[in-house]
Nanobody
Framework: QVQLVESGGGLVQPGGSLRLSCATS????????MGWYRQAPGKQRELVAY???????NYADSAKGRFTISRDNAKNTVYLQMNSLKPEDTAVYYC???????????WGKGTLVTVSS
């Protein structure tokens, strides 16, 4: 059974930092491109950051310079380090695993990040 479990969300003040984790099981992690997405209230889900099986990385413009995505293939886990958080970063953050070369995707259930003073 495939599972993606996000953790690390919470309430943080503007300018603060959080580190999100997405632990996976039931997949061959090294065969999956991994992405972090977010969905704010009333908005569509959007890509935040993406890391491929080979380690290539892309960021949304809103994340560049503030967020860092990484993966630990030994732990089957992908991370999102978020610094200099802003109120507009408030959203539910989701992890997505996409099998390389196929249209097979798995999603986690999300973790809520609230940036507020």
């Amino acid at each position: 059974q495939v599972q993606l479990v996000e953790s690390g969300g919470g309430l943080v003040q503007p300018g603060g930092s959080l580190r999100l984790s997405c632990a996976t099981s039931g997949i061959t992690f090294t065969s999956y491109n991994m992405g972090w997405y977010r969905q704010a209230p009333g908005k569509q889900r959007e890509l935040v950051a993406y890391i491929s099986t080979s380690g290539s990385i892309n960021y949304a413009d809103s994340a560049k310079g503030r967020f860092t995505i990484s993966r630990d293939n030994a732990k089957n886990t992908v991370y999102l380090q978020m610094n200099s958080l802003k109120p507009e970063d408030t959203a539910v953050y989701y992890c997505k695993a996409s099998l390389f070369g196929y249209t097979i995707d798995y999603w986690g259930k999300g973790t809520l990040v609230t940036v507020s003073s």
